[in-house]
């Protein structure tokens, strides 16, 4: 798959108000150096955020189709692995 046909995808599978606000991130790359839209930290920021979302949009949509563990389960097995003592 090319770069393009993968990002095509990406773009359909991603909700509007993501594209939004991805769309405002890519015009301040094209603003003039001298009034850019957002401050270099602002637009890590904005990337971080949109990672997030990502991130957990494909989480629950995994759950949802029952490739997930529920969450006593996976506190459980953390607990097991990092040797954590049970509660009270």
């Known amino acids: 798959m090319t770069i393009k046909e993968l990002l ?3 773009i359909e599978d991603t909700p509007n108000e993501m594209l ?10 094209k603003a003039s150096p001298k009034q850019p839209l957002f401050t270099y930290g602002e637009l890590l920021e904005r990337i971080d955020y949109l990672e997030t979302i990502v991130g957990i949009r494909k989480g629950l949509d995994e759950f949802e ?23 009270p």
């Open 65 to 87: 189709q029952g490739e997930g563990i529920p969450a006593e389960q996976a506190l459980d097995t953390l607990q097991q692995k990092l040797g954590i003592p049970p509660r």
């Open 20 to 29: 939004e606000e991805l769309l405002g991130l890519l015009k301040s790359f």
């Open 8 to 10: 095509l995808q990406e």
